[in-house]
């Protein structure tokens, strides 16, 4: 057995016999069993992810010192990468679907799950944060203000994943591999994975002028798969350009004492999307 790469969280090793197996430091035994709660649930409803395994102790960790891991195999295929490869975005927003319709059977009652709130997210940390980095988002704040908060009681709300970059969504020709890494989920609304996916995507590569030019048909699509077996609401169709903002916000907040090159990159991503509000919110119509 040989580690190939770490992180502090995360050892990629590789055994003699080839395959590849994720040593992963987990938070609490509650978290564990919420994962293994969700991933249960998730393959009665035949969508793939990968699950701990079982431990010589008949247990889905193991302690090492009084670190908690959990060890898991290497799933197939990868991650979409060339975001210009429309089909393929589709079947990223299919699998975010198949996802949702999987995790809307989970009771949010069970180990403890968490509950974003979102607006309290936004007004207590992430906006006053996010000034301290640059205190021109007041007409960004007052539009969320305005025409995302008094619609938040209105919005549909299940366990999501919390994390949908496309790196946490594999594929093994053309087919849905599995979902990794739910360590966050939490009780939210369902359109932030929809639309962290979009962001993630928009930022994977931000200086790269042809993804902007094209990001809006990216979306399209990603919304297109989503939507074939989803149907969102009017509501939910009209806080999604809120729902991108509010997602920037919070990345940049996250950022800003821990990363402060990533947080600006994320200011400048917040930024290109409150310009481009008219044609954005257009185009959602439209898709809609």
């Known amino acids: 057995m040989r580690e190939v790469k770490s992180s502090k969280i995360v050892k990629q090793v590789k055994v003699n016999n080839g395959k590849t197996y994720y040593l992963k430091l987990k938070e609490s035994i509650d978290e564990i069993e919420r994962e293994l709660y969700l991933q249960t649930t998730l393959k009665k409803y035949n969508v793939p992810t990968s699950m701990p395994l079982i431990s010589v102790d008949n247990l889905y960790y193991t302690f090492h010192n009084e670190d908690i891991y959990c060890l898991y195999e290497e799933l197939p295929g990868s991650h979409v990468t060339d975001f210009f490869n429309l089909e393929q975005v589709y079947l990223i927003g299919e699998a975010l679907s198949r996802l949702h319709i999987g995790l809307e059977h989970c009771n949010p009652n069970m180990f403890n799950t968490k509950n974003m709130d979102i607006m309290k997210q936004l007004i207590e940390w992430a906006i006053p944060e996010s000034k301290k980095l640059d205190k021109n988002i007041n007409n960004i704040e007052e539009y969320l203000i305005s025409n995302f908060f008094p619609n938040i009681n209105s919005l549909s709300k299940q366990i999501i994943h919390r994390d949908t970059h496309p790196q946490n969504i594999l594929f093994d020709n053309k087919k ?12 939210g609304f369902r359109i932030f994975d929809l639309c962290y996916c979009s962001t993630a995507i928009l930022m994977s ?5 042809k993804l902007k030019n094209e ?6 699509h990603l919304y297109e798969g989503y939507t074939s077996n ?6 939910e169709i009209k806080s999604l350009f809120p729902i991108l903002l509010s997602i920037q916000l919070i990345f940049i907040a996250f950022f800003k004492d821990r990363n402060e090159d990533i947080a600006r990159i994320n200011l400048e991503g917040l930024y290109w999307i409150y310009k481009n ?6 185009a959602l119509i439209t898709i809609a």
Do not use: A, C, H, R
Not at 277 to 282: A, Q
């Open 176 to 187: 849905l591999s599995g979902f990794i890494d739910f360590d966050i989920s939490t009780v």
């Open 205 to 209: 590569d931000f200086s790269n002028q």
């Open 215 to 220: 990001w809006l048909n990216i979306f399209k």
């Open 230 to 235: 989803i149907t969102l609401s009017n509501v």
């Open 277 to 282: 509000k008219d044609k954005i919110e257009k």
